[in-house]
């Protein structure tokens, strides 16, 4: 294990828990097995925005990935664990989805959106996924949410909202790393 990750071996339920409480971004992952529908063992990870699942998903032995819900890996774990979790700590703009999530179109994650960029939305704000986000950091994320209609540019929201540069920035990633906004064409 490298030294900037941490053992969370202790149940993915539990880990799941703390790390929420402390609005943790990173990537929890272990090698899994028993999996409805999978053969053999697997790799397992769990992507964390501000504590919460951002992106949850399998890795098979062919290096195929699959979608899964959080609840199932927690039952796996559960069931026929606890597997050696491990917790790889990220900074949210480091923080992305697994590649085949992303757009055709995607951007760099981290990297300074370009102010020329066209967004728009194609999924409504998932509140049940922010409960426990804190009540500045929904109205953050709704103020640049609502600015994003298909016609304006990065720039443009930038200027239409009374938050600084990089934080729009970081609330534009977020709303693509989560899937509810994603590039114009």
Known sequence: MSKDRIDASIGLVFSL????????????????????????????????????????????ERGQRQQV??????????????????????????????PEAQSANSVTPGAELPDSLVLKVIAPLPWERLGNWTVGQKQMLYSVWRMIDG????????????????????????????????ISS
């Open 17 to 60: 828990r703390l790390l929420q409480r402390y609005r943790s971004n990173g990537v929890l992952q272990a090698k899994i097995h028993h999996v409805p529908g999978v053969r053999g063992h697997c790799m397992a990870y769990v992507q964390l925005a501000q504590g919460v699942v951002a992106t949850c998903y399998i890795e098979d």
């Open 69 to 98: 819900s959080v609840d199932l890996l927690c039952r796996v774990d559960t069931d026929r664990g606890p597997f050696e979790w491990t917790f790889q700590p990220l900074t949210i703009a480091q923080a992305s989805p697994a």
């Open 151 to 182: 016609r304006r540019t990065v720039q443009e929201i930038k200027a239409g909202v009374s938050l600084p540069p990089q934080v729009v920035n970081e609330a534009l990633q977020i709303l693509l790393s989560f899937h509810i906004a994603d």
